[in-house]
């Protein structure tokens, strides 16, 4: 069984190790974890971090669910979808009355974009380059692109009903 739960010190390394693979080396950081809330989906078997969520809220209260992933090995089994849906109760309980989440655009496709569909977000506009300033700036490497990241974001949006 999967369990969702707030991340604990102990997490940091298996998070970062299913970030460097799914979203590029170096795009998470221990300090993005440190400032954004983070979720984890844990297997109870293994007790092994196997997926994680990373939220926010700007100073000006703009709420954003900044990324999900998962470990492939468990991919396709509600986790991705899960762990959005826990990051939408928790911004919606801190009073958000929309939510933001810029997705990665990769091949004509985003591949999140179903398990945001089923948290109620949807797309509004495509931003292209969206990461190129802060790839350079922070030195991460796309999966896609390497070194300067020039991957278009599309951005969902969740609004309260
Ligand atoms: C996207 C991701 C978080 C999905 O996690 P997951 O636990 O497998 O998601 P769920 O099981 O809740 O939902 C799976 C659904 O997502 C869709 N999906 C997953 N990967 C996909 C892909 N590569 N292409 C197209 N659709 C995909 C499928 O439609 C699937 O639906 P189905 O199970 O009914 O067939 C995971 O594949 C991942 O970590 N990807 C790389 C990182 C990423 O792109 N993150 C999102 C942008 S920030």
Same mark, same amino acid.
Not at 25 to 48: F, G, P, Q
Not at 80 to 85: K, R
């Given at each position: 069984?999967?369990?969702?739960?707030?991340m604990?010190?102990?997490?940091?390394?298996?998070i970062?190790?299913?970030?460097?693979v799914?979203?590029?080396?170096?795009?998470?950081?221990?300090?993005?974890?440190?400032?954004?809330?983070?979720?984890?989906?844990?297997?109870?078997?293994?007790?092994?971090?196997?997926?994680?969520?990373? %939220?926010? $809220?700007e100073?000006?209260?703009?709420?954003?669910?900044?990324t $999900?992933?998962v470990?492939?090995?468990?991919?396709g089994?509600?986790?991705?979808?899960?762990?959005?849906?826990?990051a939408?109760?928790?911004?919606k309980?801190?009073?958000?009355?929309s939510?933001? %989440?810029?997705?990665?655009?990769?091949?004509?496709? $985003?591949?999140s974009?179903?398990?945001?569909?089923?948290?109620?977000?949807?797309?509004?506009?495509?931003?292209?380059?969206?990461?190129y300033?802060?790839?350079?700036?922070?030195?991460y490497?796309?999966?896609?692109?390497?070194?300067?990241?020039?991957?278009?974001?599309?951005?969902?949006?969740?609004?309260?009903?």
């Amino acid at each position: 069984m999967i369990v969702i739960r707030d991340m604990q010190p102990a997490d940091v390394d298996e998070i970062l190790a299913i970030a460097d693979v799914q979203l590029g080396e170096n795009y998470i950081t221990v300090d993005d974890l440190s400032r954004c809330y983070t979720l984890v989906a844990e297997d109870d078997k293994s007790h092994k971090c196997v997926g994680f969520c990373l %939220s926010y $809220v700007e100073q000006d209260g703009k709420a954003y669910v900044r990324t $999900v992933a998962v470990n492939p090995d468990f991919s396709g089994q509600g986790i991705g979808t899960a762990l959005v849906s826990k990051a939408v109760d928790y911004l919606k309980g801190l009073g958000a009355k929309s939510i933001f %989440s810029p997705l990665w655009k990769h091949d004509g496709i $985003v591949n999140s974009d179903v398990i945001f569909r089923r948290n109620g977000f949807h797309p509004t506009r495509e931003i292209s380059d969206y990461w190129y300033a802060d790839s350079i700036a922070k030195g991460y490497s796309c999966p896609v692109c390497g070194k300067g990241c020039h991957c278009t974001c599309v951005m969902y949006e969740w609004l309260k009903g």
